[in-house]
């Protein structure tokens, strides 16, 4: 662009602006005061529309053509710029400016922006269509400026035209290169005037030792933003910039004081100087340690404890302590020390540090402490019982020390069963022990350096039998018959391996020393007894006596029996029944019935059978009476004196019949008695007939 002298035809201003791609200026205004407003088209990214020393780059919407608007001034100073349009061809044709207001019309295609600084989209209904729009020169990028202002009360601040005293906010209006307005605002605040102190202080007496390190701080009040500190001693100069002061070697009657310098602008007065600290410097004191040992001794055996104190005299508040033994660092930082490994000869001493600045000297020595230790013994010892091994509930047991070492001249006694104390004497003994009752005996030793000074034995577990209860029980038959022999058997209880037995009958000793007793002289009423000595472990008593056993003896009897049945003339073949009757024959007698001498029938009292003439009964009887004289007993015999046979045949008129023709049978019977019964076979089936 150029801008030319009509009169002359020369160039009084040119400028450029674009990129590689074609760009258009497609309209142009000059305003009243010279500035050059210009629409058109451009391409591309980040393309200068400013001038070529201050860049103001603008980007189209991928690439495409978008419109523009850009503006300068009358010397070509550019001033401000923006685009609008989308992804196609767009353009701005034709722009008007009026006061703070633009004015642009132009084509576009698609939909398009046409907001700067946000989104206002339109979009064509065809190809191209005509846009026009309406922009505002003037926004929220026209600058407005706050000022922040404190002064001093007392003191003015000049702004649009006067000086200003009070604290509030003012307000003027500028126009910038757009004729925009600029508000200028002042916000102005009035600061009192302070009144700033300074006082100083010290934790430490203001009579101190002559090597003594004294801090000092500073108090001070409106001391307002990096107020300045300059201490002084004496007027000297001594410290700065600083509210704390540490200070040494001071002198007798020395002043320390403070010159503070405010911070606060509106400080009255601004600098000033605080109070005076004046110092007594006193003498040194001497400083010495003392150390002691408890047990307050100078012999003691191997792996006492010994506690050391060490008592300083002028050590200050806070005394480093370091003890020493035979010259080699021991214990910490403590007043105490306290070791169980002193050895023969060994010497024990303190070195303190005084914390008192006017203690010398300042590190003391203590005195040393030589000691004579005696090597430890260790007692010992262990126990019997007497008598060893198990023994009876009741049996007294006695406890002895067996062995011994290292108890001294008078040990102490402490027997315990099951933990509990029982006696206190060199020995221990007890009838009352129980089953697993442990005995132990803890001895306290009076020798020399005994470690330690007692010892506790081993246990001894008793092993307590309880006590048996020996008894005696016997059984036999007692009731026999005259003459028997019986036999008594004696069951023991607790009565030992190998118990002792005495028969007794009436009180009497009979029998041997064995479990049984036999005889067949017993009489009628007599008593069996027996007493047995028992050697079961731990009896309650010794002898015993069994129960008694009353004998009845019973006389002998003879068993006799006797048979009853049919012996008269008999049909052949009908069955007999015989009964037999014991005498004696006990509760249980057995039957042997016989015919002809030959065995028949079972073990009953009634026999039947079939006979035949001169057939001869009898019967055996045995007898389980427990007093039978002899075993068993013959019946009398019965005889059978005669017996007929019956006899059948059948005949029929003829052997040959026809099919169908009825043929009939006659039986004829012999010995068949006054009613007969028969049955009929054919072919060994029973018909009926």
């Known amino acids: 662009m150029c801008r030319f002298e009509l009169v002359a035809g020369t160039a009084v201003n040119t400028n450029t602006y674009g990129s590689v791609n074609n760009d258009y200026p497609l309209d142009i205004q000059i305003e009243s005061d010279g500035k050059l407003d210009?629409?058109?088209?451009?391409?591309?990214?980040n393309v200068n529309v400013g001038t070529p020393g201050i860049p103001f780059n603008l980007s189209s919407n991928a690439g495409n053509w978008d419109g523009y608007y850009n503006r300068y001034d009358s010397s070509?100073?550019?001033?401000?710029?923006?685009?609008?349009?989308?992804t196609n061809v767009d353009a701005s044709r034709s722009i008007l400016q009026t006061g703070n207001q633009i004015f642009m019309a132009g084509t576009y295609a698609g939909t398009a922006n046409f907001n700067p600084s946000g989104t206002s989209n339109l979009t064509s209904l065809g190809q191209f269509d005509v846009f026009f729009s309406k922009y505002n020169l003037c926004g929220a990028s026209t600058p407005n400026v706050t000022l922040n202002r404190t002064i001093c009360n007392g003191n003015a601040y000049y702004f649009k035209g006067a000086n200003r005293t009070t604290t509030g906010t003012y307000i003027d209006t500028i126009k910038d290169n757009n004729g925009?307005?600029?508000?200028?605002?002042?916000?102005?605040?009035?600061?009192?005037?302070?009144?700033?102190?300074?006082?100083?202080?010290?934790?430490?007496?203001?009579?101190?030792?002559?090597?003594?390190?004294?801090?000092?701080?500073a108090s001070v009040t409106n001391a307002g933003p990096n107020p300045i500190y300059q201490w002084r001693?004496?007027?000297?100069?001594?410290?700065?910039?600083?509210?704390?002061?540490?200070?040494?070697?001071i002198n007798n009657n020395d002043s320390i004081y403070c010159v503070f310098?405010?911070?606060?602008?509106?400080?009255?007065?601004?600098?000033?100087n605080s109070n005076k600290i004046k110092f007594t410097v006193a003498t040194n004191r001497t400083h010495s340690v003392v150390v002691t040992s408890n047990p307050a001794l100078s012999t003691f055996c191997a792996g006492t404890s010994v506690q050391f104190t060490a008592t300083p005299t002028n050590g200050g508040s806070t005394p480093s302590y370091q003890w020493k033994k035979n010259g080699f660092n021991v214990g910490t930082n403590s007043p105490t020390w306290t070791t169980t490994s002193?050895?023969?000869?060994?010497?024990?001493?303190c070195l303190v540090s005084s914390s008192d600045s006017c203690a010398s000297p300042t590190d003391a020595t203590s005195n040393k402490l030589k000691f004579t230790i005696n090597a430890s013994v260790t007692p010992a010892a262990t126990i019997s019982v007497n008598p060893t091994g198990a023994i009876c509930a009741g049996a007294n047991a006695s406890f002895s020390v067996a062995t011994s070492s290292n108890l001294g001249s008078g040990p102490l006694y402490q027997w315990r069963k099951n933990g509990a104390l029982v006696g206190t004497n060199s020995t221990y003994a007890s009838t009352t022990l129980t089953q697993g009752d442990v005995i132990t005996l803890r001895i306290t030793s009076n020798a020399t350096c005994a470690v330690p000074d007692s010892v506790i034995t081993a246990p001894i577990a008793m092993n307590v039998n309880a006590l048996n209860t020996p008894s005696v029980s016997i059984a036999g038959v007692n009731s026999i018959c005259v003459g028997q022999n019986t036999t008594f058997t004696a069951t023991p209880t607790n009565g030992g391996t190998a118990p002792v037995y005495q028969w007794k009958v009436n009180g009497g000793n009979v029998g041997t020393n064995s479990t049984t007793y036999s005889s067949t002289a017993f009489t009628n009423g007599q008593v069996v007894s027996c007493e047995m000595t028992s050697n079961v472990t731990c009896p309650s008593t010794t002898k015993v006596n069994s129960n008694d056993i009353t004998v009845q003896v019973n006389s002998l009897s003879a068993p006799a029996v006797s048979i009853a049945g049919p012996t008269t003339t008999l049909c052949s073949g009908q069955s007999l029944t015989y009964t037999a009757t014991p005498t004696n024959g006990g509760s249980a007698p057995a039957y042997q019935w016989k015919v002809n001498s030959n065995n028949a029938g079972t073990n009953s009292s009634s026999f039947t059978t079939t006979l035949v003439g001169g057939d001869i009964v009898t019967c055996?009887?045995?007898?389980?009476?427990?007093?039978?004289?002899?075993?068993?007993?013959?019946?009398?015999?019965?005889?059978?004196?005669?017996?007929?046979?019956?006899?059948?045949?059948?005949n029929s008129p003829t052997t040959s019949i026809c099919a169908g023709e009825s043929l009939t049978f006659t039986a004829s019977i012999t010995n068949?008695?006054?009613?007969?019964?028969l049955q009929w076979f054919k072919n060994g089936f029973a018909v009926s007939g």
């Open 38 to 45: 210009i629409a058109g088209q451009f391409a591309g990214t």
């Open 76 to 86: 070509f100073n550019h001033l401000t710029a923006f685009a609008i349009g989308g």
């Open 180 to 217: 925009c307005d600029s508000i200028l605002t002042l916000n102005l605040t009035v600061s009192p005037n302070s009144n700033p102190t300074i006082s100083i202080s010290t934790t430490s007496s203001t009579t101190i030792c002559p090597t003594a390190s004294v801090t000092f701080n």
């Open 233 to 249: 001693r004496n007027a000297s100069i001594v410290g700065a910039n600083s509210s704390t002061l540490t200070l040494s070697n």
């Open 261 to 272: 310098t405010a911070g606060d602008s509106c400080a009255i007065p601004k600098v000033q």
């Open 342 to 349: 002193l050895a023969n000869n060994d010497s024990v001493w």
């Open 620 to 650: 055996v009887m045995t007898s389980n009476s427990a007093c039978a004289s002899v075993p068993t007993a013959n019946s009398n015999s019965l005889t059978i004196t005669s017996a007929v046979t019956p006899t059948i045949s059948i």
């Open 672 to 677: 068949g008695g006054s009613n007969p019964s």
